[in-house]
């Protein structure tokens, strides 16, 4: 069969080059076109987006949104729930965090990222009390899978948010009741005080003017006067304030704790493990208690790590590869920095490293020995391919 025939076996065929020719006849040149396609996939997933702090808002005392507004006048869509990857320049090092996006999709003016500082931070720290209005960031275009999707989701969903984890819930919720979506939301948001609960008033406001979203914060270390539900998110609260879980979709951001706490409290409720999904925020606050860490191997250990043909790096166990690379000097492709995307991937060509479970190394990742330096802690000295 020749080359001709294998299209004309292509079913409808026939039908386009008809119109070809049509089009031909009457003067259209398709070829006045060239690139089209690549200029509109640019524009929906440009590699690199250059961003300007327009407006600082301190939301509580250890939590500030950084407006951002594009620096060449346009920003690409995103769905509420993606994150954009920030990247910054402290202390002598670059380096990126991910940040949810917390205004909604459907204001296109701007991006709101809502930080909150760590203890010991070092990017939230850098962002909190350095950035001033005016500076630019260079950052990812917005990615991420914590989204809604409306085949799988349903139209129920709770959220559960810890922390700094209610922002990708603050665009979905934002989005929702400003366009009047058919879902019902029903928020459970804990936080340690009163004082920490980020977007509290907005969203009481947003609760009492919209029938569909239903807000309960939740407080662990209450005053004597707090007026909240108190303790932490567990099954007893939860068959309170959902009057059952059943037929619902559940959604969880916050700390790695939140999770771990949660998903045994949803599993008495009965919730099947499909119908959670699931973001952490930052890596995990110790590695070597995790499962599975090599015994006698401790977090300050410091191993060397080759990077083939490009010099030695110094270590630590208990730090992801990435961020000694990083420290280093070393520019690593990077987006979701938790394990998720692959873009940190590198290639391991002798000694070990430790993994957490969790980590979405692709099936091709393994076969061929690549890690996600991102959530990869060496264990003794290696050899990488960057
Ligand atoms: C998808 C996603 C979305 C997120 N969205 C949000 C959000 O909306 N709001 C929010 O507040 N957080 C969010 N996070 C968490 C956020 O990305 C950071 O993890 C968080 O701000 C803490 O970063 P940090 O640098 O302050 O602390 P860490 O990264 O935990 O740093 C802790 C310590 O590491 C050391 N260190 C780390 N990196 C370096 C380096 N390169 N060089 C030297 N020393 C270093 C410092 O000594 C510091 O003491 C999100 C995370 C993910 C994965
Ligand atoms: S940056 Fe996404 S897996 Fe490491």
């Not at 990857?85 to 670059?94: C, I, M, Q, S, T």
């Not at 209610?166 to 665009?171: A, C, D, G």
């Not at 005080?193 to 979203?213: S, V």
Request: with cysteine; proline share 5%; aromatic share 8%.
């Amino acid at each position: 069969m020749t080359a001709q025939n294998v299209h004309q076996k292509i079913e409808g065929y026939d039908r386009v080059l008809e119109e070809a020719n049509t089009a031909k006849r009457y003067g259209v040149d398709y070829r006045v076109m060239k690139g089209e396609v690549a200029r509109v996939l640019d524009l929906l997933h440009p590699k690199s987006l250059d961003l300007r702090v327009s407006e600082i808002i301190e939301e509580t005392p250890s939590t500030k949104t950084l407006r951002l507004v594009s620096e060449n006048g346009y920003l690409p869509p995103f769905e509420a729930g993606q994150y954009i990857n920030l990247f910054v320049e402290a202390a002598g090092v670059r380096t990126s965090r991910p940040y949810s996006i917390s205004s909604a999709p459907n204001q296109t003016a701007y991006y709101d990222v809502t930080v909150r500082k760590q203890e010991k931070g070092f990017v939230s720290t850098y962002l909190l009390s350095r950035v001033k209005a005016g500076q630019c960031f260079e950052s990812t275009a917005p990615a991420g899978q914590f989204r809604y999707n409306p085949i799988i989701h349903g139209k129920d969903l709770v959220f559960i948010a810890g922390g700094s984890g209610i922002t990708p819930f603050m665009s979905m919720i934002r989005e929702t009741t400003d366009r009047g979506l058919d879902r019902k939301i029903h928020l459970i948001y804990g936080n340690r005080i009163e004082k920490d609960i980020i977007f509290h008033k907005e969203l009481k406001e947003r609760a009492e003017r919209h029938k569909c979203f239903t807000y309960t914060p939740v407080i662990s270390e209450p005053t004597k006067s707090c007026k909240e539900l108190t303790g932490f998110i567990s099954a007893k609260l939860m068959k309170k304030v959902l009057k059952g879980a059943q037929g619902k979709n559940f959604f969880l951001c916050g700390p790695g704790a939140l999770y771990d706490f949660c998903m045994p409290e949803l599993e008495s409720l009965g919730v099947p493990a499909g119908r959670v999904r699931r973001e952490m925020f930052g890596a995990p606050v110790d590695i070597t208690a995790h499962p599975g860490w090599p015994a006698g191997v401790k977090g300050n250990a410091r191993f060397t790590v080759k990077v083939k043909g490009r010099g030695d790096v110094s270590a630590l166990a208990g730090e992801p590869l990435l961020v000694s690379l990083e420290r280093a000097g070393f520019k690593v492709p990077v987006l979701c920095r938790s394990g998720e995307c692959s873009m940190c991937r590198v290639k391991l060509l002798s000694g070990k490293v430790y993994q957490p479970r969790g980590a979405h190394v692709r099936a091709s990742d393994l076969k061929y020995g690549y890690v996600h330096s991102c959530a990869a802690y060496p264990v003794e000295d290696c050899e990488v391919l960057l």
